[in-house]
């Protein structure tokens, strides 16, 4: 409902009745260019393209529908040359911005899993939080003005060398075993500028079209102990051939030294 009324107001419609019930006929003719977060964008991109979409907290930056759906696509184009897919872990350990907006949903447009954690979690937690999910990669902040992370970045990936990939975001100084987010960030502000290719566009389209295509593949749970082997009896890993235990012997996540595989490549399906 919430969506509903923020979608008729930007409209400039009256609301509908707070107690008006939407069927299933409606979600599929009223709303049936909506069923994806990207459908939002796409359509207020197309409708009102000029109007003002984000505004960052101290003002400093804003963006409106039609750079804020040309970002995402380009942020998105990104990630997937980079080896994202859908069903692959994002954690992202940002405050609220701009550019933590603009990587969620360039996460949701290709199907990967966005799961953002607070920024007042222990290294303990965050490492847990890791272990837990096996993410392909961890967007966190870097170094700026009073705030230093680097204590966080080396107790992550002093105990997880298994993230993939990882992105120190707005900082002014390098951070050991990151990657600058400064070069994504370019890429943001050349589509804002310039407009984003075709072939990009294409790829995004491609992803999204994917996630509501039914390929019979059972559902694939949000976490599951020791993600990076699949090993379900006494079968060796699908990924590497590994000893490691069964999945049902193990009531917590497994230390990182179970499956030797740096990738944990039998965490989705190939």
Request: proline fraction near 9%; include cysteine.
């Amino acid at each position: 409902m919430r969506l509903i009324l923020f979608e008729w107001r930007l409209s400039s419609r009256s609301p509908p009745d707070p107690m008006q019930r939407f069927t299933l006929d409606d979600y599929n003719t009223i709303f049936a260019d909506r069923h994806l977060l990207s459908g939002i964008l796409r359509k207020w991109a197309a409708e009102r393209p000029n109007d003002t979409a984000l505004i960052a907290a101290d003002g400093s930056r804003t963006l409106t529908w039609a750079e804020f759906d040309r970002a995402t696509v380009a942020l998105a184009a990104e990630l997937l040359a980079r080896g994202f897919r859908k069903g692959d872990f994002v954690l992202t350990s940002l405050p609220f911005t701009v550019d933590h907006v603009l990587i969620e949903f360039a996460c949701f447009r290709i199907g990967a899993i966005l799961t953002p954690l607070d920024l007042r979690l222990t290294p303990a937690e965050v490492i847990r939080a890791v272990e837990t999910l096996r993410p392909r990669a961890w967007f966190a902040l870097g170094v700026r003005g009073p705030i230093d992370f680097r204590p966080m970045w080396r107790a992550v990936l002093g105990a997880c060398p298994g993230i993939e990939q990882a992105f120190a975001v707005d900082s002014s100084e390098a951070v050991d075993g990151a990657s600058s987010f400064a070069p994504l960030a370019e890429i943001v502000a050349n589509a804002i500028r310039n407009g984003v290719s075709a072939a990009a566009c294409a790829a995004v389209e491609a992803a999204e079209a994917a996630l509501t295509a039914d390929d019979g593949s059972p559902p694939v749970p949000l976490a599951r102990p020791n993600r990076r082997c699949s090993r379900t009896g006494t079968s060796p890993c699908s990924a590497c051939a590994c000893a490691g235990p069964s999945l049902a012997a193990i009531a917590a996540p497994a230390p990182w030294s179970i499956c030797p595989h740096p990738t944990w490549a039998g965490r989705r399906k190939p």
